[in-house]
């Protein structure tokens, strides 16, 4: 990625960070995407504290399959990071994309996030 690609990425952040904030009621989930591993985070903005978080570096992911493709582990980690919100008591979130488009990887987490439970 170019930095004027990751200038455009930022840009469309901030402009989202202005109207979506996350509260003990929603929560806000973000997302960060590398080229290597995908993560994931469940943020109380008000009181500045992450709730959640996993990645495809935990060893609580586990995919199927001899070598999964990286839609597949970004599906795991939505479904992972659902489950350890539902242990804490969070079912509905508020999505942030972190100025991705939501394609790919992003729409891959957050269904699997849908199917371990959480709405959004």
Request: glycine share 8%; with cysteine.
């Amino acid at each position: 990625m170019s930095s004027r690609d990751e200038e455009t990425r930022l840009r469309r952040k901030k402009r989202i960070r202005k109207r979506v904030s996350g509260d003990q009621e929603r929560p806000r989930m973000t997302v960060f995407r590398s080229n290597k591993h995908i993560y994931a985070q469940v943020i109380d903005d008000a009181l500045q504290v992450s709730v959640a978080s996993m990645s495809t570096l935990n060893k609580a992911i586990s995919v199927e399959g001899e070598s999964p493709n990286k839609r597949e582990q970004a599906k795991a980690v939505g479904v992972a990071l659902a489950k350890a919100c539902q242990e804490k008591g969070i079912t509905k979130v508020v999505f942030d994309r972190n100025g991705y488009a939501y394609h790919g990887r992003v729409s891959a987490l957050a269904e699997g996030a849908r199917e371990g439970g959480l709405e959004f």
